[in-house]
């Protein structure tokens, strides 16, 4: 079957649609094929199915090989439902190595009302969790049963649904336990420790939070998830998570969590997921972004850490997709201070592949759930599968030496090693490690030698400083550092001899309790921003800092250090550092800060401010979207119908100065109010050159007639501002065959820079066709010697001389670049492709080869999509789910469509952007460079 879908997928259009209306005319029966393993190199085995085992949760493995498994029973079961009253524990075996479960499965406990977490600690001790607890079972008598129960942790709330409370499980290096909350329908809760410890909530969304095994010291460790369903930590120490549901910004996501992480979410901004205070993939500045977007409801994950699985798997993220009935495989690659990673699919089943929990055996096999039905109702049914490599089985590493044994690539001989030491705790050993840990050139063992030194508190100064000299490791000297305030959480960490590299620097700024000896640093990191995870660490860094630090950076004429200093006091919950100049700020993205944060903390005494902040100049939709949201969070009487009307009022107010005018106008179509015919026919007649401007530019794209007769006129016009002609001619390329007369009068202008315009617009034309001569055009030239000619670019600034004017026609020509049919810059463009309205924060050489190389990083939000439905084949991006199980997807002309997942037969991931690879053939280097002009100073002509 598998094989049929990739055929399809490699076939033309025509020839596609023909085979899939073939193949909808077969027998259902012949698509109920098991899951296949797209790695020739594993096998997948059916370890157990109904009757025997049904809807299964959450797996995890002993250290004998056996698999204990949650069997849910108490997940909506409906009234003829009489399979049992509670959630069970099972243990399956495989004695006899069939890879099968043995007949003789054992029931370890039962009783439990919503289970949905299970983890293995150490030998006879599990923790369960269910929606409200969270306990610690003990099998005291090895009898394989659970004789013992111990509540660590409980939470109080009304909330009852089964899979938004409590979840997933962790452990880290020191093996304090995490675990994760769901967004609890949003609901007042308390949650208590066993210690006493407790922390109380709301609408803040889902969670993670951190304790002792003994369920001491509660802590909450990151926030801003929707469903955070299960946890894993990979050899690092990394905590990272998948979040369950996006609602209507899909990609779910894979994240990386970190300590004082803000991922996004809230309940009680609305569950749409639409709320522009919303950021699902770090787009506000004191948010973070996902790791990875992953397929539809995720609810397992593993960190691979063995030697049986090929080498290249080691330290891989492997997750089950509920929804898009696959495995898929997360291959980390360091990104700055975080990870970044692509999603593989490594098993893929049909619709009655449904897997949930996932765990990994210390043979490094791989065990998994499998739902079977789409129904939410426990029904009977339910499989679990094994995953593991076929006969060539490479045997166990060699272990020739303590630091092989220290390094050992299968997590729990790592851990056996750890404790072998732990038991000795001699003098030389400790030095012994300590070396290891400098000198060695095996990562694991470095890591894990940091481990035993944490346990024997054995992490000084001495060794910190050692770590940071040029040529260690920067993970291990981070990590050391973490350690080091996890154990001295009153000390300050020394400063370091030397900064190794970002994870390094994170750690340093994350951990220190001053932040004035990295003040120099910490402003670079602010002032940049190229790094999430180092701008949320040097925030931090500043909260524990002196006022007078953040009072400079209020006062700064750069306006991320501006914004720098809202972050700090928005983090202190100091709310009457927020008065009504923020509101007035001249930086966009300080006021939407300022706006979001008045909105939130309930300063209805900044209602007045943000109303005024409507008109104050610059202005676009994301930021008025924001007001108007923040003016409705504190009951002002401003419903989002008034303020768009006001926008529309306020275009025509001859009162107000034109570019804000302009921006009005712009806002207004950008957020849905309709425009009369008279209003840009109004504006294209102004005095005023701005207002004449926006006028043609909020007719790019449009191919009605009596948007093309208003271009041609204002085209045609000797007496009109050239620049405003040449604006009007780009209008004309959306629809060049109608305009092909009015393109060739054009031709024989008097001015020449109109008559170059005109056969810009004509060159791909297919009634005129012409191109760049063979040779010339850029994607030929970097082919040709694209390193050298990018670094004598550079070299020569030819990207700092591009004019933004010119960028922003080559943007928007509808036959050039055409980069405005999928991408909105500034409120004008298509909605297919990322708004590129923040390009601006980027370096210049980030903008050039994010353009040169569109499948180098594709944002997750954006992942490319083959499908062949029962109405054709389909290649474009998911841009929001809707209800009704519906979808709408966006198509490379800019187009979107409303799609229904029943009519959705064969859906297949691509790892290419949508992005056509050859645009830049269009384009001369000179080109190139005012399209980069443009990207980095979009606000030119208000400038």
């Given at each position: ?14 020839k ?78 495989d ?21 949905m ?50 979840s ?115 787009q506000?500045?004191?948010t973070?972004p ?10 397992g ?151 035993i ?10 060794l ?102 809202l ?121 005023s ?37 040449r ?8 629809q ?23 056969k ?24 040709k ?61 980030r ?29 474009g ?5 809707g ?16 799609i ?34 443009f ?9």
């Open positions: 079957m598998l094989k049929i879908k990739r055929q399809i997928l490699k076939m033309n259009s025509l596609a649609f023909s085979f899939y209306c073939f193949v909808f005319l077969l027998p259902a029966s012949l698509f109920a094929d098991p899951p296949k393993v797209l790695d020739e190199r594993l096998e997948l085995h059916l370890f157990l199915e109904d009757p025997k085992i049904a809807t299964p949760v959450a797996l995890t493995a002993d250290d004998a090989n056996r698999i204990w498994v949650i069997e849910s029973n108490t997940h909506f079961p409906k009234g003829d439902y009489n399979r049992h009253t509670s959630d069970r524990l099972w243990v399956l075996q004695r006899n190595g069939d890879n099968k479960a043995d007949e003789n499965m054992i029931m370890a406990a039962d009783g439990f009302q919503h289970a977490a299970l983890m293995y600690l150490k030998k006879g001790t599990f923790v369960l969790g269910t929606r409200k607890e969270i306990f610690l079972l003990e099998d005291t008598d090895e009898d394989i049963k659970i004789d013992k129960r111990t509540l660590l942790a409980g939470l109080d709330t009304s909330a009852n649904y089964p899979h938004n409370g409590l997933g499980f962790a452990l880290d290096e020191l093996g304090y336990l995490y675990f994760s909350q769901g967004e609890n329908f949003g609901k007042n809760y308390t949650l208590t420790a066993r210690d006493g410890s407790f922390l109380k909530g709301s609408g803040e969304g889902g969670n993670i939070f951190r304790m002792s095994p003994e369920g001491k010291n509660l802590s909450l460790w990151s926030t801003g998830f929707w469903n955070p369903f299960a946890l894993a930590t990979n050899t690092s120490g990394d905590v990272f998570t998948i979040d369950n549901d996006p609602d209507s910004r899909p990609p779910c996501r894979l994240i990386h969590a970190i300590e004082g992480g803000q991922y996004g979410y809230r309940y009680d901004l609305g569950r749409s997921g639409l709320h522009p205070f919303i950021a699902w993939d770090g506000h500045p004191d973070l996902m790791t990875a977007g992953t397929g539809e409801g995720p609810t994950l593993v960190c691979y850490e063995n030697e049986a699985f090929p080498q290249e798997y080691f330290g891989d993220l492997l997750s089950t997709s509920w929804g898009d009935h696959k495995i898929e495989r997360f291959k980390l690659q360091k990104n700055g201070a975080s990870y970044r990673a692509f999603s593989q699919i490594l098993v893929q089943g049909d619709r009655d592949f449904r897997p949930t929990g996932m765990t990994q055996t210390n043979h490094g096999e791989i065990f998994f759930g499998d739902w079977i039905s789409v129904s939410y109702n426990v029904h009977n049914k339910g499989k679990i599968w094994k995953l593991n490599v076929k006969k060539e089985h490479r045997g166990l590493a060699d272990i020739k030496t303590k630091e092989d044994f220290l390094g050992h690539p299968n997590r729990s001989a790592r851990y056996f090693a750890r404790s072998l030491w732990l038991q000795r705790k001699s003098d030389r050993l400790i030095e012994e490690t300590k070396k290891i840990v400098t000198e060695s050139k095996n990562l694991n063992a470095q890591l894990n030698g940091l481990k030194l944490a346990k024997l508190k054995k992490i000084d100064g001495p910190l400083k050692n770590l940071s000299q040029e040529g260690r490791s920067e993970i291990v000297a981070g990590k050391a550092w973490k350690l080091f305030s996890l154990l001295n959480p009153e000390k300050d960490p020394p400063i370091p001899s030397k900064i190794l590299g970002p994870q390094h620097l994170y750690h340093v700024l994350h951990s220190c309790k001053k932040p004035e000896p990295y003040l120099e640093q910490i402003k670079t990191i602010l002032a940049e921003r190229k790094d999430s995870f180092l701008y949320t660490a040097a925030i931090l860094a500043l909260t524990r800092g002196p006022e007078s630090i953040v009072t400079e950076l209020a006062s700064s004429k750069k306006a991320q250090l501006r914004l720098a200093a972050m700090v006091n928005k983090r202190k919950n100091n709310n009457q550092f927020l008065n009504a100049s923020w509101l007035a700020d001249a930086d966009i993205e300080v006021r939407r800060a300022a706006a979001q944060w008045a909105g939130q903390s309930g300063r209805k005494d900044l209602v007045e401010a943000l109303e005024k902040s409507l008109r104050v100049v610059p202005l676009n939709r994301e930021l008025f979207q924001t007001i108007v949201a923040a003016l409705k969070m504190l009951g002002a009487n401003n419903s989002e119908n008034k303020n768009k009307e006001a926008l529309k009022k306020l275009a025509s107010d001859q009162s107000v100065s034109p570019a804000a005018r302009a921006i009005a106008l712009r806002l207004a179509a950008s957020t849905g109010v309709r425009l009369n015919t008279e209003l840009i026919p109004k504006f294209a007649s102004s005095d050159p701005i207002l004449r401007r926006e006028a043609v530019r909020q007719l790019w794209g449009k191919r009605d007639s009596e948007s093309q007769k208003i271009l041609g006129k204002i085209a045609l016009d000797t007496n009109e501002n050239v620049s405003i002609r604006d009007a001619i780009v209008g004309l390329t959306s060049v065959g109608p305009s092909f007369k009015t393109l060739q009068r054009l031709m024989i202008d008097s001015n020449t820079e109109v008559v170059d315009e005109a810009k617009a004509l060159a791909y034309s297919a009634k005129n066709p012409q191109e760049i001569p063979e040779g010339k055009g850029l994607s030929a030239l970097l082919l010697d694209g390193k050298k000619i990018l670094q004598e670019a550079f070299k020569r600034h030819i990207f700092e001389e591009g004019h933004p004017e010119e960028g922003e026609r080559i943007f928007y020509n509808a036959s050039g670049a055409s980069c405005g049919t999928c991408h909105r810059l500034n409120d004008l463009g298509g909605k297919v492709g990322p708004d590129l309205t923040n390009a601006t924060h980027m370096s210049t050489q903008i050039v080869e994010s353009i040169l190389e569109p499948n180098k990083e594709v944002s997750p939000q954006f992942t490319t999509w083959n499908m062949i439905t029962k109405q054709g084949p389909k290649t991006t998911i841009l929001q789910a209800g009704q199980h519906k979808f709408l997807m966006g198509f490379g002309d800019g187009t979107q469509q409303w229904n997942e029943g009519d959705v037969l064969i859906k297949e991931q691509k790892t290419e952007s949508l992005m056509p690879a050859n645009l830049i053939d269009r384009l001369t280097i000179e080109e190139f460079a005012h399209l980069v002009a990207l980095r100073n979009p606000n030119y002509a208000l400038d």
